[in-house]
């Protein structure tokens, strides 16, 4: 079994910075991909951003230039520093991992979510 333990979520002024960080633990053959999405009160689930294991990154376009996203492979960490942060950046964030248990099981993994507040 996989887990996904997120942390760093909590309230930040507008123009404030945040940093939140996944750790993946447990049954873990390789990490394919990690990222971060979100989900605001009465939306959908989106995309945030996403990283490869070989580290290539993608971004939406409402965070391009605002957020990057970086990983730890030796820790299986991924981190999402926020930066300029927005008042529509507050949601609920998630961690995402697409993760092999072994050579032939794969699949996608969710944390528990970490509350991101964007308020003065």
């Known amino acids: 079994q996989v887990q996904l333990v997120e942390s760093g979520g909590g309230l930040v002024q507008p123009g404030g910075s945040l940093r939140v960080s996944c750790a993946a633990s447990?049954?873990?053959?390789?990490?394919?991909?990690m990222g971060w999405y979100r989900q605001a009160p009465g939306k959908q689930r989106e995309l945030v951003a996403t990283?490869?294991?070989?580290?290539?990154?993608n971004y939406a376009d409402s965070v391009k230039g605002r957020f990057t996203i970086s990983s730890d492979n030796a820790k299986n960490t991924v981190y999402l520093q926020m930066d300029s942060l927005k008042p529509e950046d507050t949601a609920v964030y998630y961690c995402?991992?697409?993760?092999?248990?072994?050579?032939?099981?794969?699949?996608?993994?969710w944390g528990q979510g970490t509350q991101v507040t964007v308020s003065s």
């Open positions: 990283i490869t294991s070989g580290g290539s990154t």
């Open positions: 995402n991992a697409d993760i092999n248990s072994s050579m032939f099981r794969r699949r996608d993994y």
């Open positions: 447990g049954s873990i053959f390789r990490i394919n991909t």
